[in-house]
């Protein structure tokens, strides 16, 4: 589902890399989580995988497309494909919560009745029934999550990432994030999933790739994670 | 994309747009006061163009050339140099009075002068037929000057020709001004509208410019460029119809006011009362140049602003 073969990335021509040949192999299905200290190279590598940044070096392929061959006017559609939920949210500020979500149906061209049909129920599965004609300003942290979370799932997709997605959360509401996307990766859903919350992480006994200075110095099925 | 989607996705952009324009009200104000300012300017200087070519126009009009004849000239004669006059490049048009004629317009014109009407009676009429010639440019009396002079031509007239008389010089220096200042108007138009154009291109910017993230997000979320980009171009045209349109509104309603509180129609050389018929008469035809303006300028603004923040990283 998600390949990586030695990919580096460097923000500046020479600079020092903030990934260092990463290699990485995610069966579909997985829910891995990526962990490490803050600046370790988590957001750089998610942001290669949205091909909002484009490696250095080193290939990737997702899905069956590879990063090299993809054209600018393909890149919206291989995000169509990917779920993506950041750690700073990015709701659409001027748009409600309904909207928030049924923007990435109306972007496709989908129908309004099909649209008002899968908004609520995916807003069900996020907790947010109720909440459709709120603004995000006059919501707490952990449902603009949700928002995000429903928003990055509404369209299906085979895989989510989910880029510290309770960084922002007290712990109560890190933990209905963190059941939201284990539900989802049980309907079938491969997740991706950045943190450096040990409690987290040693709750999930899940896959975890531990990333250090940009390089992977462990990756260890059902393990724990100590700082 | 079928036919069906394509339409229901032209009907969100807009949507959209119209939505955002509303929950961007704000911004949307900030942007419009600025829009409806130099618009305003744009559509103030044209009407004083306007109004200056016609005060021009007015004052060239009023200078006419007379050329006197003697009474022994023959009609034949009378017609061959109306139709040689005629033939003149600088000539707009070409009067002739008979001796009678002349005598009927020297009346009215002095009307209030008794005297001098009865010095000159039917019986003694003492006014030679007479050619009045309404040059095309004032500037370029030379050529009709020079034929009047000319030996064979000047043999037929009594007395040289008269440029208008005494009013001339006077005449000469106001056309003079307002040329310069029709000028200025052409130049002014021209500038008014540049700037304008700068200045609601940098308007449209720095709003698009405080949405930047928004577009950001809708990039990341795997939005096509038109669909992120259509509602802000909507919304821009909005921005542009309704400035257009006020500004329209703020003119109609100076005119109104001006109109109402000042007696004298004319304010120095600026003749309100034309200016005010020109605005109204061509009402349709500024209003379209408006909302030309408005439109085009709003619409490729916000297509050149939303441009960069569409880009993809290609390193
Ligand atoms: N846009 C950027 N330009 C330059 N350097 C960056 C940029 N983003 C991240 N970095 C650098 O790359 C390294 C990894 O950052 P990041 O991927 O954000 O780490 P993490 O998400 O694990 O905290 C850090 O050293 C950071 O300073
Ligand atoms: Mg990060």
């Known amino acids: ?227 | 994309m079928s036919g069906k989607r394509r339409l229901i996705t032209v009907w969100r952009i807009i949507n959209n747009g119209v939505v955002n324009f509303i929950r961007n009200i704000s911004l949307a104000i900030a942007a419009m006061a600025i829009m409806v300012v130099t618009l305003t300017i744009v559509l103030f200087s044209l009407i004083v163009n306007y109004t200056f070519s016609h005060t021009i126009y007015q004052i060239t009009n009023k200078i006419d050339v007379s050329v006197y004849l003697k009474n022994r000239v023959t009609s034949a004669e009378t017609t061959k140099l109306i139709g040689e006059i005629r033939n003149l490049s600088n000539v707009q048009s070409v009067q002739y009075l008979s001796k009678e004629q002349a005598l009927k317009a020297y009346e009215q014109q002095n009307s209030n002068n008794q005297q001098l009407i009865q010095a000159a009676t039917e019986t003694n009429n003492p006014l030679p037929p007479t050619i009045i010639i309404k040059p095309v440019n004032l500037n370029n009396l030379g050529q009709i000057k020079s034929f009047l002079n000319e030996p064979n031509i000047a043999a037929l007239q009594t007395d040289p020709p008269s440029y208008s008389g005494q009013e001339k010089e006077a005449i000469d220096r106001i056309t003079h001004a307002t040329n310069v200042l029709q000028e200025i108007g052409v130049i002014a138009v021209i500038v008014f509208a540049v700037v304008s154009v700068l200045i609601i291109f940098n308007t449209i910017q720095m709003a698009i410019f405080n949405r930047r993230d928004e577009i950001q997000i809708m990039r990341l979320l795997g939005a096509g460029r038109g669909y992120i980009r259509g509602p802000f171009i909507v919304e821009s045209i909005i921005y542009g119809i309704l400035s257009a349109v006020i500004s329209v509104i703020i003119i109609n309603a100076a005119f109104q006011a001006s109109s109402g509180t000042l007696q004298a129609s004319s304010l120095g050389l600026l003749d309100i009362g034309y200016a005010n018929n020109y605005f109204d008469s061509h009402f349709i035809v500024l209003l379209t140049v408006e909302l030309a303006l408005g439109i085009v300028i709003g619409a490729v603004s916000s297509m050149i602003a939303t441009r960069r923040y569409l880009k993809f990283k290609t390193r």
Do not use: C
């Not at chain 1, 001027?94 to 908004?119: D, H, P, R, W, Y």
């Not at chain 1, 880029?163 to 491969?190: F, S």
């Open chain 1, 1 to 227: 589902m998600i390949l990586l073969d030695r990919v580096s990335k460097s923000y500046s021509r020479g600079g020092k890399p903030s990934l260092d040949r990463i290699s990485l192999h995610v069966e579909p299905k997985e829910f891995v989580i990526v962990v490490g200290q803050s600046g370790a190279g988590k957001t750089t590598l998610m942001r290669l995988l949205t091909r909002e940044e484009r490696q250095t070096s080193g290939k990737i392929i997702v899905g069956g497309i590879d990063y090299d061959k993809l054209k600018d006017r393909e890149i919206p559609l291989l995000r169509r494909k990917i779920g993506v939920v950041f750690q700073d949210f990015k709701l659409l500020p001027n748009k409600t919560i309904f909207e928030n979500v049924s923007f990435a149906l109306e972007m496709v061209g989908m129908g309004n009745q099909e649209i008002k049909n899968t908004v609520p129920r995916v807003l069900e599965i996020v907790n947010l029934t109720g909440k459709e004609d709120n603004m995000p300003y006059e919501l707490s942290g952990g449902e603009r999550q949700r928002v995000a979370i429903a928003r990055a799932i509404v369209r299906q997709p085979k895989i989510l990432i989910a880029d510290e997605p309770t960084g922002n959360l007290d712990p109560k509401h890190a933990w209905d994030v963190i059941k939201i996307l284990e539900k989802i990766n049980r309907y079938g859903t491969t997740v991706l999933l950045t943190t450096h919350n040990q409690e987290i992480v040693n709750k999930l006994k899940r896959r975890v790739v531990t990333i250090k200075d940009g390089k992977i110095v462990s990756d260890r099925a059902n393990a724990g994670y100590k700082i």
